[in-house]
């Protein structure tokens, strides 16, 4: 079975300051992994994925992410946080195109002026 | 306008009645899925159709009902044996060459 795990409900960061959002994942086979943006009363809004290739994926909005096989972690990353990316993070893995996504309960960003 | 299409955005529900949530889209993808979303508890799979006619269980799919006569259409219907209803629902659809899903802008279900 797949699962999420988001270890952070919370995360704070100053403005300006690098941000890390922490997601692993357990799959059998090899995984899919997607991290989404929410806002309040909002869908979700797709940031960036991993299929294959280069370990380092980015993103819409300046959001990057590396996947790291032996850990089997996605952790969501920005060089200089903006208050404007103050939302509700999720981190998502499926095992083949097409399977329902499962999702990580979810890390609340709060970027601080 | 290619998208997800969800309607109403706000849904008041009486004790005992069955609802039933829209969910459109035009993008031609062949999977679609509902999702409940409940404050720190994540997204949780209701149901899921991958072909026309066709659909599966999610992980929570007591007291909810779906058909998917066409392809650009998945509505969900709350009925009243789901005990606690009041929550957000998403509507999300995937295919062709892009292995993420798309999002609806939610429903959020109110029971009064």
């Known amino acids: 079975a797949q699962s999420v795990a988001q270890p952070e409900d919370q995360v704070n960061v100053a403005e300006g300051n690098p941000l890390t959002v922490k997601c692993t994942y357990s799959v059998s086979g090899n995984p899919y992994l997607f991290w989404y943006v929410q806002y309040p009363n909002r869908g979700l809004q797709f940031l960036l994925k991993?299929?294959?290739?280069?370990?380092l994926v980015k993103g819409s909005y300046g959001f990057e992410a590396e996947f790291n096989k032996s850990q089997t972690s996605f952790h969501l990353k920005k060089p200089s946080a903006l208050v404007s990316d103050s939302a509700l993070y999720f981190c998502a893995v499926r095992d083949m195109s097409n399977t329902p996504l499962v999702f990580g309960k979810g890390t609340r960003l709060s970027v601080i002026a | 306008d290619g998208g997800i299409t969800q309607s109403p955005k706000y849904l008041f529900r009486k004790e005992g009645q069955n609802v039933t949530l829209s969910c459109e889209q035009n993008?031609?993808?062949?999977?679609m899925y509902w999702y409940r979303q409940d404050p720190g508890q994540g997204l949780r799979l209701i149901y899921y159709?991958?072909?026309?006619?066709?659909?599966q269980k999610g992980d929570i799919a007591e007291g909810y009902s779906v058909s998917r006569e066409k392809k650009e259409s998945f509505p969900l219907t709350v009925t009243s044996a789901q005990k606690n209803p009041t929550a957000f629902y998403l509507c999300?659809?995937?295919?062709?060459?892009?292995?993420?899903?798309?999002f609806g802008q939610g429903t959020r279900l109110t029971v009064v």
């Open positions: 993008l031609n993808h062949d999977a």
């Open positions: 999300a659809s995937s295919g062709g060459e892009s292995a993420e899903a798309f």
């Open positions: 991993y299929i294959t290739g280069d370990n």
């Open positions: 159709s991958q072909i026309v006619n066709d659909f």
